[in-house]
């Protein structure tokens, strides 16, 4: 297994350098991801270690580097899990003793650990938001699946917020328990949204149009592939990018009822992940290896989605 520290990791101010160049060529690092370019500058890595075993580890303690850091499971379980409620995710996966049988959740489980409760006691003592990141995910699947269409921002976590006791105590933890948890401060600090996720992880996340039904042009998806049963695209941006996950398996077809797996590469990232349709949700989600698939990775999907 690989070990990255976030130490090795460049931020911000790194990236007018050598490094920058080789990775983003042509552009800059603040010109790919604009205005959420803190909130992003740990996602490249994250997705790559998903499909490699690797992890990450707290990369320092302070508000540059929080950012970054609480962005990344947002985005993963988000967009890689398929999850429209990623707090109702947590819970569950939570309850059943956090399963590592999927690559973002094994990710997850080792760079996080047991600290990304915090994230599920933020969301869910953070409701507005919660609300918010649930009607952004929403909107990135093949078919009309709403949960919970009919709910308020208010009411919206009402539904499973259980014993306040235990977000509390969560909170508490994060100046107890070491670096990951450490980390948690940041996200907990005072009763709303300190590290601006809200904004910024949103903004990252979709297009500004939310297109739902307005898939940007063909002839921006590169078909790197198609056999039977997958199909490898390549495409120029990361906003938005389940759009295109959905017009893959509409180039591709179905074979036997089953859609494609498709293997997803964005230019200056390169290699994202194999993705998975789900018929229930619409949605997809990342899976592993032939070999990991064998263990329905179609339930853990199901977490974070009220269907």
């Avoid at 580890?57 to 970054?68: I, L, M, N, T, Y």
């Avoid at 977000?167 to 600090?189: C, D, H, I, Q, V």
């Amino acid at each position: 297994m690989s070990n990255f520290s976030g130490e090795d990791l460049t931020f911000s101010a790194q990236f007018r350098g050598s490094e920058m160049r080789e990775q983003y060529p042509g552009m800059s690092y603040r010109d790919f991801w604009g205005d959420e370019y803190l909130w992003t500058a740990l996602l490249p890595m994250a997705w790559k270690l998903c499909s490699t075993s690797g992890r990450l580890k707290p990369p320092g303690e302070d508000f540059q580097r929080a950012v970054s850091w609480w962005s990344v499971p947002i985005h993963l379980l988000g967009l890689g899990m398929g999850w429209t409620n990623i707090a109702l995710g947590i819970q569950q996966w939570r309850q059943q003793k956090f399963p590592d049988d999927n690559p973002v959740l094994r990710f997850i489980k080792e760079s996080y650990g047991t600290s990304i409760e915090a994230l599920e006691a933020f969301l869910v003592t953070r409701d507005t938001f919660n609300y918010e990141i649930v009607e952004t995910l929403k909107l990135h699947g093949y078919q009309e699946f709403s949960p919970d269409d009919n709910l308020t921002a208010d009411q919206y976590y009402d539904l499973e917020l259980g014993d306040d006791k235990w977000y509390l105590e969560t909170a508490s933890r994060s100046y107890e328990f070491g670096p990951r948890w450490n980390m948690a401060k940041f996200l907990l600090s005072g009763d709303g949204d300190a590290l601006h996720l809200s904004m910024h992880t949103i903004n990252s996340l979709a297009f500004d149009e939310t297109p739902i039904h307005d898939i940007p042009e063909l002839d921006e998806i590169t078909i790197l592939f198609s056999t039977r049963d997958r199909i490898g695209i390549e495409i120029p941006a990361y906003k938005g990018f389940p759009y295109r996950l959905i017009e893959a398996m509409g180039i591709h077809g179905q074979e036997n009822d089953q859609p494609p797996i498709v293997s997803l590469f964005i230019k200056s990232l390169g290699y994202i992940g194999d993705f998975q349709h789900s018929p229930v949700t619409g949605r997809f989600f990342m899976v592993g290896s032939q070999e990991n698939r064998m263990v329905d990775p179609h339930r853990l999907h199901l977490l974070g989605n009220s269907v």
